[in-house]
């Protein structure tokens, strides 16, 4: 009798640790990243001012330390642009702007050792991105 007793006991301390071990598990297995649900559209930013296409290597702000407004441009629909803490892609990576969101920058520019040319914004953040992706704006 003692058998079918201890048989019973056993599966049951079996299926237990294993449901332990499955839930201690999920905090070690990355979860998947949810997609957007089909059919929802994403609101893109809707800026007030134009932006106007610049010349390659051109300055967005004129004149020396020029508050200006620019618009990012980074010519993908649903673009994004990393603002760093510093000029360079070694530097850390902290806020991102969406495509046709308008910026200001003071004017101020550092040109990387691989030779991007990177300004730095006041608004909506404190920080650096590359000129490159940024639209003068006109009035």
Same mark, same amino acid.
């Given at each position: #009798?003692?058998?079918?007793?201890?048989?019973?006991?056993?599966?049951? #301390?079996?299926?237990?640790?294993?449901? %332990?071990?499955?839930?201690?598990?999920?905090?070690?297995?990355?979860?998947?990243?949810?997609?957007? *649900?089909? +059919?929802?559209?994403?609101?893109?930013? *809707?800026?007030?001012?134009?932006?106007?296409?610049?010349?390659? @290597?051109?300055?967005?702000?004129?004149?020396?330390?020029?508050?200006?407004?620019? $618009?990012? %441009?980074?010519?993908?629909?649903?673009?994004?642009?990393?603002?760093?803490?510093?000029?360079?892609?070694? %530097?850390?990576?902290?806020?991102?702007?969406?495509? @046709?969101?308008?910026?200001?920058?003071?004017?101020?520019?550092?040109?990387?050792?691989? +030779?991007? *040319?990177?300004?730095?914004?006041?608004?909506? $953040?404190? +920080?650096?991105?590359?000129?490159?992706?940024?639209?003068?704006?006109?009035?």
């Amino acid at each position: #009798m003692k058998r079918i007793f201890c048989l019973p006991t056993l599966l049951v #301390m079996a299926l237990l640790l294993t449901a %332990c071990n499955l839930a201690a598990l999920k905090q070690y297995v990355p979860l998947p990243t949810p997609t957007p *649900t089909e +059919g929802v559209q994403r609101l893109a930013p *809707t800026p007030s001012p134009t932006p106007a296409p610049r010349a390659e @290597g051109t300055s967005v702000s004129t004149g020396s330390n020029a508050t200006a407004k620019a $618009v990012v %441009c980074t010519g993908y629909p649903t673009g994004a642009l990393n603002v760093r803490a510093c000029p360079g892609v070694q %530097c850390w990576a902290f806020f991102v702007l969406d495509e @046709g969101r308008v910026v200001t920058v003071d004017g101020v520019t550092e040109k990387a050792d691989d +030779g991007a *040319t990177w300004i730095h914004l006041i608004h909506p $953040v404190d +920080g650096w991105v590359n000129a490159k992706y940024l639209c003068e704006v006109k009035p």
